[in-house]
């Protein structure tokens, strides 16, 4: 649904966030991408930067709207941070903070994303051993 950047914010040149809509209400996200596949990038650089107040020096927030085939690469990560974010943000379902007011919204719906893949895929990421 967007795609978005800021440079300088980490010991890495750029970081992208990259965000999916799974449903009208819920969305999924990719934080810490510091390359955009080749097919990402050209939808991305068809697109203009958003413009809105309080927007961060360096930053760009494009929103695409384009569907993405299932199984695409839509990026890359690591580099010198070494990590990324993968979660999940559903707008159906708040986490009960015993005072809400105290966190962003963003924050009072953000689930793990792997609650929502089948039982079977689950167990997949769960018994997953590094070699």
């Known amino acids: 649904t967007s795609v978005s950047y800021q440079k300088g914010t980490t010991q890495d040149p750029i970081?992208?966030?990259?965000?999916?809509?799974?449903?009208e209400d819920v969305v999924g996200y990719y934080n810490h991408v510091k390359a955009l596949s080749?097919?990402?990038k050209k939808m991305f650089d068809a697109v203009e930067c958003e413009a809105y107040t309080g927007q961060a020096e360096n930053s760009c927030t494009?929103?695409?709207?384009?569907?993405?085939?299932?199984g695409t690469l839509m990026g890359e990560v690591g580099l010198k941070q070494g990590n990324f974010d993968f979660g999940l943000?559903?707008?159906?379902?708040?986490?009960?903070?015993?005072?809400p007011k105290r966190y962003p919204t963003r924050t009072r719906f953000?689930?793990?994303p792997y609650d929502y893949y089948r039982e079977d895929t689950?167990?997949?990421f769960f018994d997953f051993e590094a070699k």
């Open 122 to 124: 689950q167990k997949q």
């Open 38 to 40: 080749p097919e990402m």
């Open 62 to 70: 494009k929103i695409m709207l384009d569907n993405v085939k299932e």
């Open 15 to 23: 970081d992208y966030t990259i965000y999916f809509a799974l449903c």
């Open 110 to 112: 953000i689930h793990c």
């Open 89 to 99: 943000i559903d707008l159906r379902n708040e986490l009960n903070f015993a005072n």
